[in-house]
């Protein structure tokens, strides 16, 4: 069964700092495609950041120098690091696994990141 677990979420002054992980389990991890979509109230889900198998990296340039994403497969664990937080990062944030570029995602729950003073 496959599972994803994102943590790491909260509320956060902007400028601030936080790292979201996404512990995974039920397939192959090290040869999927791991992301993480943001979605804020009343917008369409976004993505945020890729990581292939080889962690080649993809940052979407609202985030671009901010947001780095990384994997470890040891643990089956994809994280999100985010520095320099705005209000406008304010998101429900899903991490996705794929087996291929033209594969479906498997979803998480999401965890909430609130940015405000």
């Known amino acids: 069964q496959v599972q994803l677990v994102e943590s790491g979420g909260g509320l956060v002054q902007p400028g601030g700092s936080l790292t979201l992980s996404c512990a995974t389990s039920?397939?192959?991890?090290?040869?999927?495609?791991l992301s993480w979509y943001r979605q804020a109230p009343g917008k369409e889900r976004e993505l945020v950041a890729v990581i292939t198998p080889l962690s080649v990296t993809q940052i979407t340039d609202s985030v671009k120098g901010r947001f780095t994403i990384s994997r470890d497969n040891a643990k089956s664990t994809v994280y999100l690091q985010m520095n320099s937080l705005t209000p406008e990062d304010t998101a429900v944030y899903y991490c996705?696994?794929?087996?291929?570029?033209?594969?479906?995602?498997?979803w998480g729950q999401g965890t909430q990141v609130t940015v405000s003073s």
């Open positions: 039920g397939f192959f991890f090290s040869h999927y495609i």
């Open positions: 996705g696994a794929k087996a291929g570029w033209a594969a479906n995602n498997y």
